[in-house]
């Protein structure tokens, strides 16, 4: 049972735009929410993170917005860049715990 | 900027082979951890460290091995490979702190068993 889904495998944006990467979760108790980029063949790259205590934060292009009542997070990254392509993989952490649990990540593609 | 590395970057060996993946940090990170990615798939915790001397095995049940005898260092052993290793194997590290804790990740090392 994915605690952690991320729905879209795969979005295509053109530069410029706004991307908008979803991730949805299962379980009340995680209370600190990870994004991470990662390239082919490398390892994964923090992005940006938020606590649930916020709503949202902001990071330069990047911004995550948390809804808890939806258990829904969002990342924005506003403008986008052809350097943005790649895999992004949402995280979730409850306190306590060392384990992060991921989503199986949406693949992004900044077309030129 | 996370100062992790793992060696080697890409394995390629045959069935039966004893292997170790290196995995050092130099941010003085207690926590260590090992992850199994496929493609298309989420990471899988396998195994995690505390500090020195402590080792716990992770959600995804895995034939390897780890040892944490200096904190900087968390190698990850295979006595013996099978086809079904074929992944990719991803270091992490994190500090025990006030706030809840980031994971920094190594390069990762991609594994093919014939």
């Known amino acids: 049972d994915q605690q952690v889904k991320q729905n879209s495998p795969s979005l295509s944006v053109q530069e410029g735009r706004i991307s908008i990467l979803n991730c949805d979760y299962t379980n009340s108790m995680f209370d600190y929410f990870l994004w991470y980029k990662k390239y082919p063949a490398e390892g994964p790259t923090f992005l940006i993170s938020?606590?649930?205590?916020?709503d949202k934060n902001e990071d330069g292009r990047f911004t995550v917005f948390l809804n808890k009542s939806a258990k829904h997070l969002s990342l924005h990254i506003v403008p986008s860049q052809p350097g943005d392509s790649a895999v992004y993989f949402c995280?979730?952490?409850?306190?306590?715990?060392?384990?992060?649990?991921f989503g199986k990540g949406t693949k992004l593609t900044v077309n030129p | 900027e996370a100062d992790i590395y793992q060696t080697p970057r890409y394995l390629v060996i045959g069935t039966g082979k004893k292997i170790t993946l290196e995995c050092s940090q130099t941010?003085?990170?207690?926590?260590m951890y090992w992850y199994q990615q496929d493609p298309g798939m989420e990471l899988h915790l396998i195994h995690y460290?505390?500090?020195?001397?402590?080792?716990e095995k992770g959600d995804l049940s895995s034939e390897s091995t780890v040892s944490r005898i200096r904190t900087e260092h968390f190698p990850l052993t295979l006595e013996s490979a099978r086809p079904s290793h074929t992944s990719q194997y991803l270091c992490?590290?994190?500090?025990?702190?006030?706030?809840?804790?980031?994971?920094?990740f190594g390069p990762g090392t991609r594994l093919l068993v014939l």
């Open positions: 995280a979730a952490n409850k306190r306590g715990s060392e384990k992060l649990v």
């Open positions: 992490a590290s994190s500090r025990t702190g006030k706030y809840q804790e980031t994971q920094y």
């Open positions: 460290s505390y500090g020195v001397n402590s080792t």
């Open positions: 938020i606590s649930s205590i916020k």
């Open positions: 941010m003085g990170h207690d926590k």
